[in-house]
DNA sequence: CGGAACCTTGAGATTAGTCAAATGACGTGG
DNA sequence: CCACGTCATTTGACTAATCTCAAGGTTCCG
């Protein structure tokens, strides 16, 4: 795993206001946290913290095999994460936007996590994570709520795979406009690549559905990377 | 959901041998868990136990989108979480068998779950797990590892189903043979149609599959449910 | 012994993958 | 600001894997 380095972070660590300048600012739209049990749950992850680290794109984080010595809260930038098979094909279980933690598990990391975009990450021990967790509930219970929030998507993920490839790239597209905030225009952050490893198709494939999307008016391509999406309830009407 | 029944269950509770006949039998092969922290959640989860209740095959035993009261533990029989979609198709995303949890989730279940075989399945009260877990940090921490690894199985799923049918069919035979204790023979205790819905394929590829299987003498059919895995390393090397 | 459900096999259709080439976008240095 | 080189994306023709539809065979249970 990377190496960690101390890096200027913002100083007034306790004052509220500093999250929304700060690394944290993400977390303010964590949706299993409210009030007091928030501000406890940032106070604890900034006390935990190392970094943010800068780490440029294409950059392992972690690999499969490592110790699960840290977990990996996205300050900026996408995180993916990953498996690659000796043949050299490569799956991407998720990307991760700031705010979101990535690389959960316990022991060793079953998968690699991955800059899809140059990123600043923060690093989180999980010891100490899971001792603070031990004594107090309010973290013991932010920790199950994110784990049973990212096996809901890791079981939407496996779900959307059997479907055509029309559908996943619709779903896709949907849900990472949603994610990034709704306007009108979809930036696609990653290459066609990673978005054709998410999704288990090739980029040829990738292409033509886009443009076959395109063909039906549903989406507008701007530019290969921005697109619009002119349709949504019939994007999201895409059946197998 | 399906009404609770009061049903008989052992009558010495607290006895630790009494687990050995009756329905908590199968927790004792937990990993997670071990000594005294091991009885503490085996006696947690009979005080807060409903059942354990008979299912018949293909029973319902909550649907998707059913407030998410209770967790299951299956005692008897394999059970599957899976989602049917309009057009008929269904994804199983996973099987469980005796001592396994099923249907953690918060909220809502976003899984259908039932019974694959006629089944026992014993109903966990999620609120009540939830606030023991607030005060008893190895009851919480017993749901963390739970979870993570419900969330790690997931992913290993998702990644099989980007693989090709012989190597789907390879893993799900030996990761089936390994659960259910390698012995010799492997009686497949679900039929083709659920194995099918679970490696997303069709009953017909699956049988086309094991056919090839037989081929490569890699296994042998004693029975279209009973197989002998005769060269498990062969079958492990099967990519894609 | 009979019936129903389940499994197997075959032939043809469909979807997505592969290989190859052309086009387009973007950053760099002149 | 433009020319160039590199990398990413698109498109086309062909191939391979899996699905679909249809028929026949087995198994299991009453």
Redesign the interface.
């Known amino acids: 795993m990377a190496p960690l380095e101390s890096i200027s972070v913002p100083s007034a660590r306790e004052h509220r206001a500093s999250f929304h300048d700060g690394a944290l600012a993400a977390t303010a739209n964590w949706p299993a946290i409210q009030g007091d049990d928030e501000k406890l749950v940032q106070r604890t992850l900034v006390a935990l913290r190392r970094g943010p680290i800068r780490h440029h794109r294409d950059q392992v984080i972690v690999c499969e095999g490592d110790p699960a010595h840290y977990i990996f809260l996205v300050i900026e930038g996408i995180v993916r994460s990953c498996?690659t098979?000796?043949?050299g094909?490569r799956?991407i279980?998720g990307f991760y936007l700031p705010g979101e933690v990535v690389g959960?598990?316990?022991l060793k990391h079953?998968?690699s996590v991955e800059a899809a975009t140059d990123a600043m990450i923060l690093y989180l021990k999980r010891s100490a994570l899971?001792s603070i967790?031990?004594?107090d509930?309010r973290i013991?219970?932010f920790?199950?709520?994110a784990?049973?929030?990212?096996?809901?998507r890791?079981?939407?993920?496996?779900?959307l795979?059997?479907r055509s490839a029309k559908c996943r790239l619709a779903t896709f597209l949907l849900d990472l406009s949603s994610r990034l905030g709704k306007t009108k225009y979809l930036d696609l952050p990653m290459s066609h690549q990673d978005i054709a490893d998410h999704l288990?198709l090739t980029i040829e494939t990738v292409s033509r559905t886009i443009t076959e999307l395109e063909r039906s008016q549903l989406v507008a391509r701007l530019s290969p990377r921005t697109l619009i999406l002119l349709n949504r309830p019939s994007l999201l009407r895409i059946?197998?």
Do not use: Y
């Open positions: 498996r098979f000796q043949n094909t799956n279980l959960w598990t316990d079953a998968l899971l967790a031990a004594r509930s013991a219970s920790l199950l709520g784990t049973t929030n990212e096996l809901r890791t079981q939407e993920h496996a779900l795979i059997g288990g059946k197998n």
